[in-house]
């Protein structure tokens, strides 16, 4: 199953700053999610991308998806210490619903 | 929103023996349950597919006789680590499809000593 690459694999930033953090993947999607998981806790589903759309804003939270490239990017504007844990991109790909995940990005946010 | 409650949160076994690991629906029925493996400092592997009703869909390289789901009804998937030794000690964590994406259980931290 394919997994997703991401980029970089740790970022350290100033509060109030911006975090952007990249996702290659391999083959075609469905769609593409962006998680958060705070150290050794379950995941935070933030927000879900489809095939079809090129970006989606949710909060402070803009991703962007580039099918031609199999690449997607999740900026986090406005970083605050509690931003702080690893974010993954999942994706979702043929008629099944199977999810597999990047390799995440572990985000450190300095107040 | 859609909850998977999972159990336990965290345990502790001896080598040799099997640990049992719960995944309960809450509020909506999940006809499919995904598992996925964490090493410390890695991403999610996905372990296998558990189906309502059908046997199990393991992913290459994962043991089905040593790690057995059974998914017995539509609210409940569980995930039996047979004879567990210290290197399956890992964080354990399923996930449903739900209506809006998936909901992810909060996840098992498993140490084998």
């Known amino acids: 199953s394919q997994q997703g690459e991401e980029d970089p694999q740790a970022l350290s930033i100033q509060g109030g700053e911006n975090a952007t953090m990249n996702c290659s993947y391999k083959?075609?999607?469905?769609?593409l999610q962006w998680y958060r998981q705070n150290s050794g806790r379950g995941l935070v589903h933030l927000i879900l991308?489809?095939?079809?759309?090129r970006e989606k804003h949710s909060g402070r939270l803009r991703v962007t998806l580039d099918t031609s490239k199999k690449s997607s990017s999740l900026l986090i504007t406005a970083s605050r210490a509690a931003d702080t844990a690893s974010y993954f991109c999942?994706?979702?790909?043929?008629?099944?619903?199977?999810?597999?995940f990047g390799t995440g990005t572990k985000l450190q946010v300095i107040p | 929103g859609a909850v998977v409650s999972q159990h336990p949160s965290r345990v502790i076994c001896k080598s040799g023996t099997s640990v049992k690991i719960e995944c309960r629906s809450l509020?909506?029925?999940?006809?499919?349950m995904f598992w996925y493996r964490q090493f410390p400092k890695q991403s999610l592997m996905l372990m296998a597919t558990?189906?309502?009703?059908?046997?199990?869909?393991?992913e290459q390289g994962v043991e089905k006789d040593k790690f057995l789901i059974n998914h017995a009804s539509l609210t409940l998937s569980t995930l039996t680590v047979t004879s567990a030794h210290p290197e399956d000690s890992s964080f354990y964590i399923c996930?449903?499809?739900?209506?809006?994406?998936?909901?992810f259980g909060s996840g098992t931290r498993l140490t084998v000593v």
């Open positions: 509020d909506f029925q999940a006809t499919t």
């Open positions: 558990s189906n309502e009703g059908s046997k199990a869909t393991y």
């Open positions: 083959t075609s999607i469905n769609n």
């Open positions: 991308i489809r095939s079809n759309e």
């Open positions: 999942a994706m979702n790909s043929g008629g099944y619903q199977k999810v597999t």
């Open positions: 996930s449903a499809p739900d209506a809006y994406g998936y909901t």
